[in-house]
C-alpha cells in the first residue's frame, strides 16, 4: 500500500510517499480502506521529535492517528463492524496511508449525510476536547478560559463546554473572533495585555483553563486562576511543569469512546456540531499540509485524502 512516512525526525522534509507492506486486522480490530485522514497539531510534533516522552515513535513511521473509510477485513472476535461499512476513528497505525487498523472500541459508524473530510475531522478534536473538560471538571456556571480557540480542538471544547452550561472565554487572532461567537465563545485577541483583556470580560475570575495553542500563556493563567495552577490543562506547552501545570496527552481507548463518537458524528451531521474543514490535500502534499499546521493559525481542521495521490 501507499503511505507517507519519515525515517528520521525533523522538519516536513522528512516526509516522503513510499510503498510499504500491507497491514492486516488482528482480533478486534478492523482494517479501513482511508477516504480521509485528518492532520493535527501532534503530527508534527511527533515528527521533529519533540513528543517522544509522550508518545515514543519507533522509526520508520506512518504520521497520523484519525481516519474515515470503509471497512475492508475485520479480525477475530469483531462482530460490531462488517465489511462495506462506512466508520470513522482513532487508528492504531498511521493513518496517512491507503488503509489503516483501528480497534473497535475506537470507531464509529459514519452517518451517510457526513462528508468523508468532515468525518475525518472529528475524532481527536472531539476526543481530546471531551477528555480534558472532563479533567478540568467544567460544569455549568463555570466560566472557562479556552487558548487556541479556532483550531479543531478548540472549536470542539468550546461547542462540548457551552453545551454543559459554562461561559467561554476563548483567545484567538482577531480575524476569528467573529467565528468564535458563532460558536458561542466571547472572544479575546492573545499577546500582551491577555490577563487585562480577560479580566475586563469575566470580571468575575475564571474557574478554569484549557491551553490547546501552547504559545507561552501559561504564567497568564496562573496569575488568572489567582496564582494557582489548579484547573488549569495544557495539552501543547512543553513547559507546563515550570508552572505546575497538568499536562494531557491523552491517546485512545477511553471508554465510551466509540459510542460518543458516534454521538458526535451524529451531531455533525445534523449541524450540531461544528468542526470545518478548512483545507483539503491529496496525500502527496502531506509536507504541505502539515507545515500549514505548523505555522499555526488554521481555523477548523486540515485534512488529506489518500484516494488523490
Not at 487558548?147 to 467561554?168: E, F, K, P, Y
Amino acid at each position: 500500500m501507499e503511505a507517507i512516512v519519515y525515517e528520521e525526525f525533523g522538519g516536513p522534509e522528512v516526509l516522503r510517499r513510499a510503498r510499504i507492506d500491507d497491514v492486516h486486522a488482528g482480533p478486534g480490530q478492523i482494517r479501513v480502506a482511508v477516504r480521509a485522514a485528518g492532520v493535527n497539531p501532534v503530527d508534527y510534533k511527533i515528527r521533529n521529535g519533540w513528543m517522544e516522552a509522550a508518545f515514543p515513535t519507533p522509526l520508520p513511521a506512518v504520521p497520523g492517528s484519525e481516519f474515515s473509510g470503509v471497512v475492508d477485513e475485520t479480525g477475530e472476535g469483531v462482530t460490531e463492524f462488517a465489511v462495506g461499512d462506512a466508520v470513522l476513528g482513532r487508528s492504531a497505525t498511521g493513518a496517512y496511508a491507503d488503509y489503516v487498523l483501528a480497534d473497535v472500541g475506537a470507531v464509529a459508524r459514519k452517518p451517510e449525510i457526513l462528508g468523508w473530510p468532515e468525518a475525518a475531522a472529528l475524532p481527536v478534536a472531539t476526543g481530546t476536547a471531551a477528555r480534558v473538560l472532563d479533567e478540568l471538571a467544567v460544569s455549568e456556571g463555570e466560566t472557562l478560559l479556552l487558548h487556541g480557540a479556532s483550531g479543531a480542538v478548540g472549536s470542539a471544547a468550546v461547542q462540548l463546554a457551552v453545551a454543559r452550561g459554562a461561559t467561554v472565554v476563548g483567545t484567538a487572532s482577531p480575524a476569528n473572533h467573529d467565528y468564535l461567537r458563532v460558536l458561542g465563545a466571547v472572544p479575546v485577541a492573545y499577546g500582551d495585555g491577555l490577563v487585562e483583556r480577560v479580566r475586563e470580560v469575566a470580571p468575575q475570575g475564571v474557574d478554569a483553563v484549557f491551553d490547546v495553542a501552547g504559545k507561552g500563556v501559561l504564567a497568564d493563567s496562573v496569575e488568572l486562576r489567582g496564582g494557582t495552577a489548579d484547573r488549569i490543562v495544557t495539552i501543547a506547552d512543553a513547559d507546563a511543569a515550570h508552572h505546575g501545570v497538568a499536562f494531557s496527552a491523552g491517546g485512545g481507548g477511553a471508554a465510551g469512546e466509540s459510542r460518543r463518537l458516534g454521538e458526535y458524528a451524529q451531531a455533525a451531521a445534523v449541524g450540531g456540531l461544528r468542526i470545518p474543514v478548512e483545507r483539503t490535500f491529496p496525500l502527496r502534499e502531506a509536507a504541505r499540509a502539515q507545515e500549514l499546521s505548523e505555522a499555526g493559525h488554521v481555523r477548523g481542521k486540515l485534512v488529506l485524502l489518500p484516494g488523490e495521490h
